[in-house]
């Protein structure tokens, strides 16, 4: 089975500070993508990667940015955390489109919490 | 652009009632389409899916029809139980994956 892991399941960081999410997925996948969930907006795409230190910004990266030095690994990263940034974040990888559907495989997500 | 909506919820039913949630997509060319599942506590996880006009999908009791002709991929199941309460998105996957804003459902005993 696709395993995506996600370093942290709740975080709580102060205003101003620089945070790091990580995931990380175990299905040599291409695509790998940053999203964040909120109550009556859905997903919302941040950034998105189809290979390594390649990167792409979705429809929300304002206040974001990302690393993929590894197939494997996805960060998301936080210059300096505002309140507004208060949100469940969810990493997700696939094959290329041409694959399987280009069907998303989740991590578990990362609740923060910025104060 | 690409767009889906779904039937605001939040919806609650009995255990053994019918499902049914509404999903419409707004997309150029012929986009394929999914239904996620997220768990309380849990990452989304993909129910069911089709690719092409009239392809049905189904998974776990759920299914769902690609209805070109009315831009529609309702989620239904006929009978429900308490294990089924969790948010539903409806997405298509055009270039990217689009999702609708979710779905709750609670089903009590």
């Known amino acids: 089975d696709v395993k995506v892991t996600q370093s942290s399941r709740y975080l709580v960081k102060r205003t101003g500070e620089k945070v790091f999410l990580e995931c990380v997925q175990d299905?040599?996948?291409?695509?790998m993508f940053w999203y964040r969930q909120d109550p009556g907006l859905g997903l919302r795409l941040i950034y998105f990667s189809y290979d390594v230190k390649m990167k792409e910004k979705g429809d929300i990266p304002e206040g974001y940015s990302v690393s993929r030095e590894k197939k494997e690994r996805f960060s998301l990263i936080l210059e300096s955390a505002s309140t507004n940034q208060t949100s469940m974040y969810l990493c997700?990888?696939?094959?290329?489109?041409?694959?399987?559907?280009?069907?998303?495989?989740f991590g578990p997500g990362t609740r923060l919490t910025v104060t | 652009g690409n767009s889906v909506t779904q039937m605001e919820g939040p919806v609650t039913l009995s255990e053994e009632a019918f499902l049914t949630i509404n999903c419409t997509y707004t997309?150029?060319?012929?986009?394929?389409l999914f239904w996620y599942v997220q768990y309380p506590g849990e990452g989304l996880q993909l129910l069911l899916k089709?690719?092409?006009?009239?392809d049905k999908g189904s998974n776990k009791g759920f299914e769902a029809t690609y209805r070109k002709e009315t831009t529609s991929f309702h989620l239904e199941k006929g009978s429900v139980q308490v294990s089924d309460s969790a948010v539903y998105f409806c997405a298509l996957k055009s270039e990217k994956l689009v999702f609708g804003k979710g779905t709750k459902l609670t089903v009590n005993p």
């Open positions: 997700a990888s696939s094959l290329p489109s041409t694959g399987t559907l280009g069907e998303q495989y």
């Open positions: 299905m040599d996948h291409e695509n």
């Open positions: 997309a150029t060319g012929y986009p394929s």
């Open positions: 089709a690719t092409k006009a009239d």
